[in-house]
């Protein structure tokens, strides 16, 4: 036996395994004894540290053995194959499922895939790293090999493998895949707000007025969207096909300079659609540019055939077609590719390459480096943000994306934009809409879209009231929510934690797994989207939730749910299943229409009580980081922060709003350099180096009154008979416990009433 723990390989002529942690292996054989040590398409990394791991060479008829705390790697030597390699999992997780054979497809939580272009609710998802039995394996013997700048085939195929034995702590197998593969980039602060974007012909004076709507409505957007009818469609048909294009459309913009630079005033970024497939060709305002670069013969017309691969078109491609555009005041690259795959395995999917490529240029030319593109695999969330392509207009659209948003953490893919409200066809539904709205304003980022038909615009006015009024609230709050969602934009690049995780990362239960639609948003807030039309005689929405152990706070009201339970809970159209964990900390700008690129000089921290917790805020400009760390000591109700500002980036009159939810009354003691107000259960904090607050006769607040006043409201919507409202009313009153009430509500003959009103009575 060989114990090894500096020398992580193993090998010989015609093998190599490498142990890059003791659950992480990478398995590799080549004929002509060519290892490939280059970064591929997915791995980026192979230096994770040292792993300990025992090592036997021919004991009990079998070459090679390696041995973790993990696995178990049984090799027999020759070609691997299914006789020829195996690996056993240390865990218990199955019966009879924990062994691989080499090349054995493994069934995974699944992952993600390239497109939802035309889907019309579900669609199979490609494998993912995630297993309940504990283990996945990733090939990457056919990915391509980057040097530099330069992409290119391998020069020998072989096998190259990773097997992950994880378990089923999935946020470990995440971390090292991303440290593998490399961590997803930091967003610019702007993506994280709404996005307006419509698939129509728009003029520059219609935009312009759009805006000005959206402003006087008190509707924020952070990030402006043109769809390709921004350059010229209309082309003489020699050329071919419209749908590529790079010279301005001047009959709907005749001056689109004025137009970017008006909307970088009003605190909007831009992006343009771009479908590059067919090159640049000579009708293009930037062709003779182009030409002359490239050497091409101008009086045949000769195009600039896309191909990212050749060196000379790259360049020409970014400097003299992308870079003066952008000079104009395009902030970033919306890639539209719809062409296909690898088509031979010497040919590298374009698709891929033109996210590596744009990406790269922008991240060389910005802060942050931005797209929006669609999914090419593995190693893609290195290419943030995901287009997930046109879908239709419909409940079962809907009710496929908070599983496919959530499970796509599985292969490291965090930042999906989705058409919120759909693409296309359909028909008008405003309840459809206003939920669809609302998961986006719970989603990674936040992109309304639609058609060019003249009756799908998604603009709030367009729906009936209350939703109209509903819809413009919602999209205040997603802007509000911008600090709590930089921070965990910042907990994805630095720690690998993804803003939607499936519950099961941290829940190791059935219900866990059960619960496919709901997802952790952050580090303190739990979702559940409402992904079905509502109950029309009860007025309400319904939603199947599983609590967690512990204590959960309904966001919008404070009320208090125990949790490790499986309940239908029943919202109205204002309010949206969103629960905070107990102990809750979630930062907010309480001005939404302000410039989302500028970190706010009032902040409100929404605070919850029945649990300690430690939350860091991270703020960012550029490459500079300021932390404000909220430790909340609930069970000596005490509350410490500590600002760390070295760069000295935040603003230097900024005040912090400490708002306490669901408690009593309390007084504050606070230590004696605080300047500080306080008024109801709200400190006001002109923000120093540190604070430390003393809450004083501070108890969570009793719910009787708040669930009496809940249940008359939703028997006062309900749409039935007078005299059953009464008596239900009756009965709750006259009661002298709840099991009282809930042995009435089971002789209900409408069981979706005493659900709903069941949901009421549990908070007792």
């Known amino acids: 036996m060989e114990q090894k723990t500096n020398t992580n390989s193993v090998s010989s002529e015609t093998y190599r395994f490498t142990v890059l942690t003791s659950r992480l292996v990478r398995i590799e054989y080549s004929a002509d004894g060519h290892f490939e040590d280059h970064f591929t398409q997915i791995v980026q990394n192979r230096d994770l540290g040292t792993a300990h791991f025992e090592v036997y060479r021919q004991r009990n008829h079998h070459e090679l053995e390696i041995v973790t705390d993990y696995f178990h790697l049984y090799y027999e030597g020759g070609p691997l194959t299914p006789a020829s390699l195996y690996i056993d999992t240390k865990y218990g997780y199955s019966d009879y499922a924990n062994r691989w054979y080499f090349g054995q497809a493994v069934e995974t939580l699944k992952g993600t895939v390239r497109t939802l272009d035309k889907a019309d609710g579900a669609v199979d998802l490609d494998e993912g790293l995630m297993s309940r039995n504990g283990y996945s394996v990733m090939d990457d013997s056919r990915s391509f090999i980057i040097e530099g700048e330069t992409v290119r085939p391998r020069t020998a195929l072989g096998e190259d493998w990773y097997y992950f034995a994880y378990g089923h702590d999935y946020l470990a197998c995440l971390r090292d895949f991303y440290r593998l593969t490399g961590f997803p980039p930091q967003l610019p602060r702007y993506a994280l707000g709404n996005w307006w974007s419509r698939y129509l012909a728009y003029s520059q004076s219609e935009y312009k007025s759009l805006f000005e709507k959206f402003t006087q409505n008190e509707i924020p957007f952070s990030v402006a969207v043109l769809d390709m009818d921004w350059h010229l469609i209309d082309i003489p048909h020699r050329f071919g096909s419209g749908w590529t294009g790079y010279t301005w459309n001047k009959e709907l913009f005749p001056d689109p300079e004025a137009l970017l630079t008006w909307l970088h005033e009003i605190g909007k970024r831009v992006t343009v659609n771009l479908h590059p497939a067919d090159g640049i060709r000579a009708y293009e305002a930037s062709y003779p540019t182009v030409a002359k670069h490239l050497n091409l013969d101008t009086a045949a017309e000769e195009p600039a055939l896309f191909n990212l691969s050749d060196s000379a078109f790259r360049e020409s491609y970014f400097n003299d077609v992308h870079h003066p555009l952008e000079k104009q005041g395009i902030d970033f690259w919306w890639v539209d590719w719809q062409q296909g795959k690898n ?376 749409q039935i008979n007078f005299d059953l409202k009464r008596t239900i009313w009756q009965k709750f009153l006259a009661s002298k416990n709840k099991g009282q009430f809930v042995s009435f509500l089971n002789t209900l003959d409408d069981q979706d009433l005493a659900r709903m009103l069941y949901e009421i009575v549990y908070l007792l």
């Open 343 to 718: 088509l031979t395995p010497q040919l590298v999917d374009p698709l891929w390459l033109l996210n590596h490529y744009h990406f790269r240029d922008h991240a060389k030319r910005h802060e942050a480096g931005l797209i929006l593109s669609r999914y090419a695999g593995l190693g893609s969330h290195r290419y943030p943000i995901g287009f997930s392509g046109d879908t239709i207009v419909s409940w079962k659209s809907l009710a496929f994306q908070p599983y496919f948003t959530a499970t796509a953490s599985n292969v490291g893919y965090t930042w999906w934009s989705h058409d919120i409200g759909g693409h296309m066809h359909g028909e008008r539904d405003d309840e459809l809409a206003l939920r669809w709205l609302q998961f986006g304003v719970f989603s990674p980022i936040m992109r309304l879209h639609g058609s060019g038909n003249p009756f799908s615009g998604k603009e709030p006015w367009n729906y009936k009231e209350p939703n109209a009024s509903i819809m413009r609230e919602y999209l205040r709050l997603r802007h509000q929510l911008i600090p709590y969602l930089e921070t965990a934009n910042y907990r994805t690049h630095t720690l690998g934690q993804p803003l939607v995780q499936p519950m099961y990362y941290h829940y190791d239960q059935p219900e866990a797994y059960e619960q496919q639609n709901q997802a952790l948003f952050g580090s303190e807030l739990l979702v559940a989207p409402i992904i079905s039309p509502k109950i029309q005689h009860l007025d309400q929405s319904k939603v199947t939730v599983w609590f967690p152990p512990g204590q959960w706070f309904d966001w919008f009201t404070g009320l208090r749910y125990r949790g490790d339970v499986t309940l239908n809970v029943y919202r109205d159209e204002r309010r949206y299943p969103v629960f905070v964990k107990a102990g809750g900390i979630v930062p907010l700008n309480p001005d939404s229409m302000a410039d989302a690129t500028q970190l706010p000089e009032t902040l409100l921290i929404r605070i919850f009580p029945e649990a300690n917790n430690r939350y860091v805020l991270a703020e960012r400009q550029g490459e500079r980081i300021a932390t404000t760390t909220f430790i909340w000591n609930w069970d000596q109700r005490k509350l410490q922060i500590e600002v760390q500002d070295p760069a000295s980036i935040l603003p230097n009159r900024r005040r912090l709003q400490l708002e306490f939810n669901a408690l009593g009354t309390f007084s504050i003691k606070a230590n004696d350099s605080a300047d500080i107000s306080v008024e109801n259960n709200q400190v006001t904090w002109r923000q120093g180096d540190s604070l430390q607050l003393q809450l004083i006769d501070c108890e969570p607040v009793q719910q009787r009154d708040a669930v009496t006043e809940r249940l008359f409201d939703k028997l006062k919507r309900a």
